[in-house]
T-cell receptor, first 111, second 112 residues
Framework: RKEVEQDPGPFNVPEGATVAFNCTYS??????FFWYRQDCRKEPKLLMS???SGNEDGRFTAQLNRASQYISLLIRDSKLSDSATYLCVVPFSGGYNKLIFGAGTRLAVHP | EPEVTQTPSHQVTQMGQEVILRCVPI?????FYWYRQILGQKVEFLVS????????KSEIFDDQFSVERPDGSNFTLKIRSTKLEDSAMYFCASRGDRVGYTFGSGTRLTVV
């Protein structure tokens, strides 16, 4: 099993749609999780942290299922500006906390 | 908002040449990292640096790579003899003790 696995997409959705991305991780000891957003040829930027069962921030909701080692990101009322690649990221559970990145899910929101 | 600054933004070099990628992390951060992303692929960990020494490195970070924090502010990644497959975006990142990661905007390295 890959350390962090995501559906690569692309997800092509109209403005206003609700879209959900999934991510599975292999290290059952992982305690915290992140969703990052990456625009083309730019640096990853933190979108949300997920520390317990879930987290909500405006149109974005992240959920964690520890038993299934599964994280999801839900985007409601998609905007054109949401078009990007969404990276599922898991800190390696060691002292220096390197980040393990998924390959990303590409989202394209169209008018 | 504090930033991690990387220079240059784009570097073109000939195969076999040495390159140095520069980063200025956030001043009160303690942990420093280099990641790379080959075009179309995922972001990969290269090396972490703490207390003036390498704390962890990946299989990618072989003898051709080195890191330095020469003056307490800059954090550099050197590739001694570049190969075509070193072409990638290189991201520097730093974090504090209880503060999350901040990534720099990256250096795009093109080896020709």
């Amino acid at each position: 099993r890959k350390e962090v696995e995501q559906d690569p997409g692309p997800f092509n959705v109209p403005e206003g749609a609700t879209v959900a991305f999934n991510c599975t991780y292999s290290n059952s000891a992982s305690q915290s999780f992140f969703w990052y957003r990456q625009d083309c040829r730019k640096e990853p930027k933190l979108l949300m942290s997920v520390y317990s069962s879930g987290n909500e921030d405006g149109r974005f909701t992240a959920q964690l299922n520890r038993a299934s080692q599964y994280i999801s990101l839900l985007i409601r009322d998609s905007k054109l500006s949401d078009s990007a690649t969404y990276l599922c990221v898991v800190p390696f559970s060691g002292g220096y906390n390197k980040l393990i990145f998924g390959a990303g899910t590409r989202l394209a929101v169209h008018p | 908002e504090p930033e991690v600054t990387q220079t240059p933004s784009h570097q073109v070099t000939q195969m076999g040449q040495e390159v140095i990628l520069r980063c200025v992390p956030i001043s009160n951060h303690l942990y420093f990292y280099w990641y790379r992303q080959i075009l179309g692929q995922k972001v990969e960990f290269l090396v972490s640096f703490y207390n003036n020494e390498i704390s962890e490195k990946s299989e990618i970070f072989d003898d051709q790579f080195s890191v330095e924090r020469p003056d307490g502010s800059n954090f550099t990644l050197k590739i001694r003899s570049t190969k075509l497959e070193d072409s990638a975006m290189y991201f520097c990142a730093s974090r504090g003790d209880r503060v999350g990661y901040t990534f720099g905007s990256g250096t795009r390295l093109t080896v020709v």
